[in-house]
C-alpha cells in the first residue's frame, strides 16, 4: 500500500514537471540536440581511429593523412558543439530560472494572506532560489542528458554487436543489477534528500531572522545564542549530509566493481581475439573505447538519479507553493463619491485559534467620518483592519463598503477603495522616490511633493540628494519618525477614499503629530478615517470611538 502512495504521488510530481516544461521546450530541445551530436561525434572519431590505426598498421588500405584529416575535423566539430553547448546553459539557463522565479512568486503575492502568514519566509525563500533552479536544470539540461545518454548507450550497444555480439551481451549484463540497486537507491535518497532540503530551509530562516532584528539581538546580548543555535541546525545538516554521503557512496562503490569487471572481461576477451588473429589492432582499440561508451551512460544515471531525486524533492516543496489558496481574482470594484464601512454581527476566530476574536460586531463608520478604534492588546483592532481590507473573511456577518448607490462585500476586489498606513517601519531599501511611487506609480513631481508635505515630511527636500536620497533596509538611513511620515505619504499618493491608519503617527513628537493630523482634516475632507490608536492627539481629532474589548 505504501509503495503504492509512492507512486501515485511520484506519478504527480512527473505530471506537474512535463506541464511546466512546455515553457522550456526550446532550450531543452536545444540541449537534446546538441547532446545527440556529441553522441554521434564520439562515434564518429571511434570509426576514425579504427581507420586511422588499421591503416596505420596495414590492415586496411588508405592514406594516414586522409584519416588524420577525419580526426581533425571531429575534433574541431566536438569542440564548437561542446562551447555552444556551455553558451546555451549558461545564457538560456538563466532566463528559465528567472520566468520560472516570477512564476512562483506571483503565485505567492496572489496567495491568500493568511495561508501565507503560516509560512516562514527564509522557507519560501528558499523555495524561490534553490528548488526553483533544481526544477529548471532537471527540465532544461538532466532531461535532454538522459536522452543522449540513452542514444549513447544504444547507439554503442549496436555498434560493439556489430562488432562482437558476445562482447556487447556481457557487458549490458550490468544492467538487471543497476535496475536493481536504483530502485533501493531512489527510495533512500528521496527521504534523505528531502530532510536535508528541510534542514537548509531552518538555517537560511535563522539567518534571515538574525539579521533583520540584529539590534534587538545585540542588545539583548543574544549573539552567542544565536550563533550556537544556527550551529546546532548546522549540525544536524552535516549529520543528514554525512548519512547520504555513506549511502551514495557504498552505492558507488558497488557499481564501480561492476564496471571494473565488464572492462577486465572487455579486454581480456578483445586480448584472447587479438592474440589469435581474429581482430585487428583497430578493432581492439574500438572494443575498448565502445565499452567505455556503454559503462558512460550508467556512470552518467547514477549521476542522474540524485539530480532527479532532488529536482522531484524541489518539485513537491513548488507545488506546495503553487497550491496554496488564492485570493479572490478580478477586476477591482471603485465606488464613487464618499464612501463609508458597516461592520453587521461579524465574528471572527484564526485558525486554530483556542478563543474568539471578535464576537457579533457591529458598527458603520459612516462617509466623511473620523473614528478611532480603541481596546487593549488582544481585542480585535488589528484583526478589524484586515477584514476591511479583504485580507481574511468572517466566519459569521459581515464587512461591507458602501456610497449611496451600492453596497458590496469587503474582499481583494475592494481594496482599491483603501489607503492603509501600517504600524511600523515599512520602507523598502532604494530611493524616497521609488518608495513614493508604490503608492502609485503614475504620480507627477507636483503630486509627490503635495503628498510629501501633507505628511509633514517637506524634511525630504532638505537632504543632499533630495527626493532620489536612497535608505537601506526597513528605512536604515532614516529616523523612524522620518521613515513613517514617508509612509504616510506613499498611502496618501492612493486614491481611495478610505484612510486606515494603524498607529501610523506613534513615532512622532506632539508637534509634527497635530500638523499632520491637521493637515489630513483640511486635505481629505472627503475621506472617511479610522485611526487605530491610543495617542491622546489622535482622540482630540475624532468625531467618533468605537471600543474593543478583549474576548477570554
Known sequence: MGELKFS???????????????????????????????????FAFICATKMAIDIATQKQPGHLSTAAYYLIGIMLLQILVGFT??????????????????????????????????????????????????????????????????????????FLYSMDSFLACAVILILPFFILLSKVYVRKMRGLTRGIRNTDSQIQSVLQETLQHKMVIKTLEQTGFMAKRLDSIQQSLRQQVKQRTVFSSFSATMLNIGFGSCYLIAFLWGS????????????MMAFIQLVG????????????????????????????????????????????????????????????????????LSHDFTPGSNTAILGETGAGKTTLIRLILGLIKPQKGRIVIYNKEKEIECSPLTRCNIVYVPQGNTLFSGSIRENLLLGNPKADESELKAALHIACADFVFDLPEGINTRCHEMGGGLSEGQAQRIAIARALLRKGSILLLDEATSALDAVTEKQLLQNLQEKAKDKTLLFITHRTEVLSHCSEELHLKRNL
Open 8 to 42: 501515485y504521488k511520484t506519478w504527480g510530481l512527473v505530471k506537474w514537471l512535463w506541464h511546466t516544461a512546455r515553457s522550456y521546450r526550446m532550450q531543452a530541445g536545444i540541449n537534446a540536440f546538441l547532446g545527440c551530436s556529441s553522441v554521434l561525434l564520439d
Open 85 to 158: 553547448n556551455r553558451w546555451i546553459r549558461a545564457i538560456l539557463g538563466v532566463r528559465a530560472q528567472n520566468r520560472m522565479q516570477q512564476h512562483i512568486f506571483g503565485q505567492l503575492l496572489n496567495s491568500d494572506w493568511s495561508c501565507l502568514e503560516r509560512r516562514h519566509t527564509g522557507d519560501m525563500l528558499n523555495r524561490l532560489e534553490r528548488d526553483v533552479t533544481d526544477v529548471v536544470n532537471v527540465i532544461t539540461e538532466t532531461l535532454p542528458s538522459m536522452l543522449a545518454v540513452c542514444v549513447r548507450l544504444t547507439g554503442a550497444f549496436l
Open 272 to 283: 584472447s581475439r587479438l592474440m589469435d588473429g581474429s581482430i585487428t589492432y583497430g578493432m
Open 293 to 360: 561508451q556503454i559503462q558512460s551512460p550508467f556512470r552518467e544515471m547514477t549521476r542522474f538519479i540524485p539530480v532527479l531525486i532532488s529536482s522531484l524533492t524541489a518539485t513537491e516543496r513548488l507545488m506546495e507553493l503553487e497550491e496554496l489558496p488564492k485570493e479572490e481574482q478580478g477586476e477591482a470594484v471603485h465606488l464613487n463619491g464618499q464612501l463609508g464601512i458597516r461592520a453587521e454581527g461579524v465574528e471572527f476566530t484564526y485558525p486554530g485559534g483556542h478563543r474568539t476574536i471578535l464576537t457579533g
